[in-house]
């Protein structure tokens, strides 16, 4: 069938449209996971309409019955993302934040023996760390590390975070620049949509012992220490687990 320069129009727009939808929502899933549930059905949906709208002069059985063609092809094709986001989408989830410790590393480079410590002989720990959002709505996580010595004494590190206010030359801004581009990793906060995993590599600037070996020491006698997982908005602890040693 011979479409008219109208619908080559509509169709071209339609389609356009359809395929900007789906990239973005593809690459923008912390967003989508930030709307209610009823809205995520909507945003869903707008691909799948606009792309049902680009195939309409296809079917010439529909032809000048608009009412008709969405009654009969986009109604049905849209209740699917809805009926999934109301009622399974919700028994699915299990609720809150899952953390699992991969290995126990410090920042090293071939050059460095291993280690790389900067300002005042800070060591820069990263362990590897997988964390999954087991919630309904995105969460924005901060990794935290706390340490309390033979003495009782607590030491609380916050991972690097990814802005840093104000003009800074501090350890933290210095290992910023240093380890940013590299997207193994992770620096707060850490943004996870609902279902989403991140493993990758926080990074803690141990700022109240000298030198690599000290925390090494530290953390092999009997200090106690365990991650802390905040939402990055309220402060609320998610999840803490403890360290595994070195």
Do not use: W
């Not at 071209?12 to 967003?31: G, H, T």
């Not at 709505?137 to 840093?164: C, H, M, P, W, Y």
Request: glycine letters at 6%; proline letters at 7%; aromatic letters at 12%.
């Amino acid at each position: 069938m011979k479409m008219t320069l109208k619908q080559r129009i509509i169709t071209i727009v339609a389609f356009s449209s359809s395929v900007f939808f789906i990239s973005y929502i593809a690459n923008n899933l912390e967003f989508l996971g930030e709307k209610s549930l009823f809205v995520r059905a909507i945003l869903i949906n707008i691909p799948i309409f606009s792309g049902l709208v680009s195939i309409y002069p296809l079917f010439p059985f529909f032809t000048r019955r608009p009412i008709r063609y969405c009654a009969v092809i986009c109604l049905p094709a849209i209740i699917p993302a809805f009926l999934y986001y109301l009622l399974l989408f919700p028994a699915r989830i299990v609720g809150g934040v899952e953390a699992l410790q991969l290995d126990s590393a410090f920042f090293s480079e071939p050059s460095s023996n291993g280690i790389i410590e900067i300002g005042f002989q800070y060591p820069i720990y990263t362990p590897s760390i997988s964390v999954k959002n087991g919630e309904l709505f995105t969460r924005k996580i901060d990794f935290f590390l706390r340490i309390i010595n033979q003495q009782g004494e607590k030491s609380l590190f916050r991972a690097v975070r990814a802005d840093i206010p104000g003009p800074s030359l501090s350890v933290e801004s210095s290992a910023r620049g240093l380890l940013s581009a590299n997207s193994n990793y992770l620096l707060n906060p850490v943004a996870l949509a609902p279902g989403k995993e991140a493993i990758g590599r926080p990074i803690f600037i141990i700022s109240n012992l000298e030198g690599a070996a000290a925390f090494t020491e530290a953390l092999n006698q009997d200090y106690q220490a365990h991650f802390e997982l905040r939402d990055s908005e309220s402060g609320e602890l998610l999840l803490e687990f403890p360290v595994n040693r070195i």
